[in-house]
């Protein structure tokens, strides 16, 4: 058998069998070389809960800048996408947007979501079969999004459009992402409403130019669509493959909020989170140089047995304190109140209510490491389970 770190450089994360089930080579990671160098992607794995959890609240030694190497596709989504600042900027233009995202405000949203939900599973309740990736988990997210943002809803099939194709084999394709970031610059040009009127106000009087406003609202629509959409399409398919843990949540001995919890543990829509080192850092027994990448492995994290029992089981009843699919420290998902809501009110509708389900053909995965998710989950009506 070869060294583990060698092993961990065979590693291929465009590999289809890996993205297909990255758990084993995670649990090879964390056993045998829990922080260790990626040839392919020059960059660091970090791999263990304990370790990645640490990383996420040490922003000063841990940038989200990209330091001294220029990435085409921050070039393209602008200055001002939170999740590429450091503070004290990053802490600037937070405040800007966050009040629409503080859980008050986002439960306001509850009835309109339920109503859109209603409105996109409609079609499958009627036919008795549809894609819940494509009809429902990919257009709500970007519904609520555009809705937050003040852009017109006529909108949501363009944006989805867009969104679901810029994860490609080899990597973010940047002429859909162009096209997105010139949708975010007609929509500050022309809507008076949401959060895009707030960021125009706030560049007006001198908060921020209106390049870094440009960026942070591309952020938002980035940050806050494919990660929902998988979410609801990931958890679609496991409750699918998961009888009896299914049943739990129709006969209510599982809330709905539980639920997500333990979705997004078991199946992180987001994976792999990038960092820069500022300093030399020892962390997990290994020292990592300056100005290095290192890649922060959530979906291995949220697996780590040593800090979830069972951690390959799904158990909806777990109350998975602790997992980090929002991530932590002050890059926290801001959208995380959203993230849940939505996430709730489709589980609620597909799996409660709807009545039972099953897999009518293969499901067709996202075409990445970073963010796990679907883009196709043909289901229809069972008769019974
Ligand atoms: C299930 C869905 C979601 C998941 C799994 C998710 C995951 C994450 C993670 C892991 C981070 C931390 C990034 C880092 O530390 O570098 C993050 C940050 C962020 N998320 Fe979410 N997110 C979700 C939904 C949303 C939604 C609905 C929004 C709404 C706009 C949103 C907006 C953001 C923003 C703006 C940041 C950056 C915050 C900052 O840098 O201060 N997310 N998210």
């Not at 949501?156 to 490609?168: N, S």
Request: aromatic fraction near 4%.
């Amino acid at each position: 058998m070869s060294d583990p770190i060698s092993q961990a450089s065979a590693l291929d994360f465009a590999d289809a069998g890996f993205r297909a089930d990255p758990y084993p080579v995670y649990r090879h990671l964390r056993d045998a070389a829990p922080v260790t160098y990626h040839e392919p992607s020059d960059a660091w794995l970090v791999a263990r809960h304990e370790d990645v959890h640490r990383t996420l609240r040490d922003e000063r030694r841990f940038s989200n800048g990209s330091g001294s190497r220029a990435d085409p596709v921050v070039a393209v989504v602008g200055a001002g996408d939170l999740l590429n600042l450091d503070p004290p900027r990053h802490d600037v233009l937070r405040r800007i947007v966050r009040a629409p995202f503080a859980p008050p405000a986002v439960a306001e949203l509850e009835r309109a979501l339920r109503a859109q939900v209603e409105r996109l599973v409609a079609p499958l309740a009627d036919a008795g079969a549809g894609d819940l990736a494509a009809d429902v988990a990919w257009p709500l997210p970007v519904w609520t999004m555009l809705r937050l943002l003040g852009a017109p809803e006529a909108d949501v099939p363009r944006v989805t459009a867009l969104v679901r194709a810029l994860d490609q084999p080899g990597g973010v394709a940047l002429d859909e992402l162009r096209r997105l970031r010139r949708y975010v610059e007609e929509t500050m040009e022309t809507t008076d409403e949401g959060l895009v009127a707030d960021v125009v106000a706030a560049s007006a009087a001198g908060e921020l130019t209106r390049e870094e406003g440009a960026g942070l609202v591309m952020g938002l629509l980035l940050a806050g669509t494919a990660t929902v959409a998988c979410l609801i399409a990931n958890g679609a398919l496991v409750l699918l493959r998961h009888p009896r843990q299914r049943q739990r949540l129709r006969d209510g001995s599982v809330t709905p909020a539980m639920t997500v919890e333990e979705l997004l543990r078991f199946e992180s829509p987001v994976q792999v989170l990038p960092r820069r080192t500022t300093v030399p850092v020892t962390l997990g027994g290994s020292t990592i140089p300056a100005d290095a990448t290192v890649l922060l492995l959530l979906g291995s994290a949220n697996r780590d047995e040593r800090r979830f029992v069972h951690a390959d089981a799904l158990d909806l009843g777990r109350r998975a304190r602790g997992a980090v699919a929002l991530g932590g420290g002050i890059h926290f998902c801001l959208g995380a109140a959203l993230a849940r809501l939505e996430g709730r009110v489709a589980f609620e509708r597909i799996f409660r209510d709807l009545g039972p389900l099953e897999l009518a053909g293969e499901p067709e995965r996202l075409p990445s490491a970073d963010v796990r998710g679907l883009l196709r989950l043909p289901v229809r009506k069972a008769r019974s389970g």
